[in-house]
């Protein structure tokens, strides 16, 4: 019974010398096309979508409730606001103020919206 060689333990194996990392490899046609992106990944570059429209987030509530632990919320808004609430109670009233704020914070509120 013979033992199986072990490949060596370091380094790398050494690369084939006939390929040229400059020039694309051959498909199965034969030819040297290289393909754009991988099947099913569109090809064309995807229109931003935040863009035309204008809008843009300005608040977040944030709220953790792991189960058999105290359950948290913060609120965070770009006009200086940050609330953060630990508890049950706490947390759901916080949830709350933070829904009464979107409809009085000054980024938000705008002349149309106000004659509205």
């Not at 006939?18 to 229109?47: M, Q, R, Y």
Request: net charge positive; hydrophobic share 30%.
């Amino acid at each position: 019974m013979s033992t199986r060689p072990r490949p060596p333990l370091e380094g790398h194996p050494q690369p084939a010398r006939s390929l040229n990392p400059a020039k694309p490899a051959l498909t199965k046609s034969g030819s040297g096309a290289p393909k754009d992106v991988a099947e099913g990944v569109p090809s064309s570059v995807c229109s931003d979508p935040r863009a035309g429209d204008g809008r843009y987030p300005v608040a977040w509530l944030t709220i953790t409730a792991p189960r058999g632990a105290t359950p948290t919320a913060t609120s965070v808004c770009d006009c200086g606001r940050s609330l953060f609430a630990a508890g049950q109670r706490q947390a759901l009233a916080l949830i709350e103020d933070h829904a009464r704020h979107r409809d009085l914070c000054p980024l938000r509120t705008t002349e149309e919206r106000n004659a509205a």
